[in-house]
């Protein structure tokens, strides 16, 4: 059972915009920022939003992240065929002292 | 560019030890917080331990504590995770990663941005 909560899949077709959330609490999103890795599946993960809305050099502006209250969205415009992978966001617990992340969304564009 | 390449994973029954290592190229790990992260079969991302630039502070998943010691040797580069006592449950492809820490007032900004490609453990008898 992870600490941060995610859907655990989510589809759209090309072209489209799709929202990834992830839900927490006052000890972890709520009083610290949050990061967003894609994997795509037998690959290391990629860190692609961290800050809660910036992008690593390299990451396009098709991705972007927000952060409200306990909860983060992760946002993918022009959906792309490449999108297509497990998405996972993390922040640091500062009641547990730890790293923690979601489950994990599959992201399938149809 | 930078690279991590972790190694040592392999088949072990439970009970038994294993000693991961994280070797770095292309940048000096002696300024930064290194972690590992694992990832069991199907599952999603848990962080497991990390440990301070001098090696003098580390934190640990309870899950782990007890059982698994980070450390690193900043001369050779390296990030070592020792396993021990491994459980059916540790088995999973084992991740070293380069960590960020910010903080701004009383927020902790915290995130991976360099990964190595993984090293599997499985523990089964």
């Known amino acids: 059972q992870s600490v941060l909560t995610q859907p655990p899949s989510v589809s759209a077709t090309p072209g489209q915009k799709v929202t990834i959330s992830c839900s927490g609490g006052t000890s972890n999103i709520g009083n610290n920022y949050v990061s967003w890795y894609q994997q795509v599946p037998g690959t290391a993960p990629k860190l692609i939003i961290y800050?809660?809305?910036k992008r690593p050099s390299g990451i396009p502006d098709r991705f972007s992240g927000s952060k409200s209250g306990t909860s983060a969205t992760l946002g993918i415009t022009g959906l792309q065929t490449g999108d297509e992978a497990d998405y996972h966001c993390?922040?640091?617990?500062?009641?547990?002292?730890?790293?923690?992340f979601g489950g994990g969304t599959k992201l399938t564009v149809l | 560019e930078a690279q991590l390449e972790e190694s040592g994973g392999d088949l072990v029954q439970p009970g038994g030890s294993l000693r991961l290592s994280c070797a770095a190229s292309g940048f000096s790990i002696s300024k930064d917080w290194m972690s590992w992260v694992r990832q069991a079969p199907g599952k999603g991302l848990e962080w497991v331990a990390n440990?301070?630039?001098?090696?003098?502070?580390?934190y640990y998943v309870d899950s782990v504590k007890g059982r698994f010691t980070i450390s690193r040797d900043n001369a050779k580069n390296s990030v070592y995770l020792q396993m021990n006592n491994l459980r059916a449950d540790d088995t999973a492809i084992y991740y070293c990663?380069?960590?960020?820490?910010?903080?701004?007032?009383?927020?902790?900004?915290?995130?991976?941005?360099?990964w190595g490609q993984g090293t599997l453990v499985t523990v089964s008898s």
């Open positions: 990663a380069r960590e960020m820490w910010t903080k701004h007032g009383d927020f902790w900004s915290g995130y991976s941005d360099w």
């Open positions: 993390g922040t640091w617990d500062s009641a547990l002292d730890v790293v923690v």
């Open positions: 800050d809660n809305n």
């Open positions: 440990i301070r630039q001098d090696g003098k502070s580390e």
